[in-house]
């Protein structure tokens, strides 16, 4: 069946360093793969979309990188601040409607 | 910037029992979509909804549950006999053109 995997721990950076975290994904052949911020007790907020013909898009701070070979997606944070404080989740779509199936998500704590 | 709503933000209720959960989607977008977060899981998709029917549903979204959308605007939920196990954050999210969905704050259902 279908699986999408991100860290399940949390991820504690300091303030300015580059934040990384994964997504891997298995079963899947998807046409593209979104990321979305999550802070508590809201709903998801979109950041990125990388199509399968992409290897990197970049929006201001935030780097995502698609390799389908590997099924996987890094998902990268540069000059990270305490707002970038979230959970932060994978989304990839699963029907022609474009339904989305998510990860689980992985927390980023940024410390001053 | 327009924005997915949704009322209420908080439903308490007891076992047994009918709600509507509420949604006004972004006002030209044509897919529209519910989720469900139980905490401290994953987002997982219940319902789309497209062309005034539905497109697609999940394993979750059993006979107990219904969508419509009454006029132009209004998106709704409708769980008939509301079971503890449908206490959760339910999304509401809508999308115009390819992929990029955009998410309400979510109503918060608590089942006693």
């Known amino acids: 069946s279908q699986k999408i995997e991100q860290n399940s721990e949390a991820l504690n950076i300091q303030e300015g360093k580059t934040a990384t975290l994964t997504c891997n994904y298995t079963?899947?052949?998807?046409?593209?793969l979104q990321w979305y911020r999550q802070d508590p007790g809201r709903g998801p907020v979109f950041l990125l979309l990388?199509?399968?013909?992409?290897k990197e898009k970049r929006k201001e701070r935030l780097k995502v990188t698609f390799d389908t070979t590997l099924k996987q997606s890094l998902f990268h944070i540069t000059a990270s601040q305490p707002a970038d404080s979230a959970t932060y989740l994978c989304?990839?779509?699963?029907?022609?409607?474009?339904?989305?199936?998510f990860g689980k998500g992985t927390m980023l704590l940024v410390s001053p | 910037e327009p924005e997915v709503t949704q009322t209420p933000s908080h439903q308490v209720t007891q076992m047994g029992q009918e709600v509507i959960l509420r949604c006004v989607p972004i006002?030209?977008?044509?897919?529209f979509y519910w989720y469900r977060q139980i905490l401290g899981q994953k987002v997982e998709f219940l319902v789309s909804?497209?062309?005034?029917?539905?497109?697609?549903k999940s394993e979750i979204f059993d006979d107990q549950f219904s969508v419509e959308r009454p006029d132009g605007s209004n998106f709704t939920l409708k769980i008939r006999s509301t079971k503890l196990e449908d206490s959760a954050m339910y999304f509401c999210?809508?999308?115009?053109?390819?992929?990029?969905?955009?998410f309400g704050p979510g109503t918060r259902l608590t089942v006693l």
């Open positions: 079963n899947y052949s998807p046409a593209y």
């Open positions: 909804f497209y062309n005034n029917e539905i497109s697609e």
């Open positions: 006002s030209n977008h044509l897919y």
């Open positions: 989304a990839l779509p699963t029907s022609g409607y474009s339904t989305l199936t």
């Open positions: 999210a809508s999308r115009q053109g390819y992929n990029e969905q955009f």
């Open positions: 990388i199509r399968e013909n992409e």
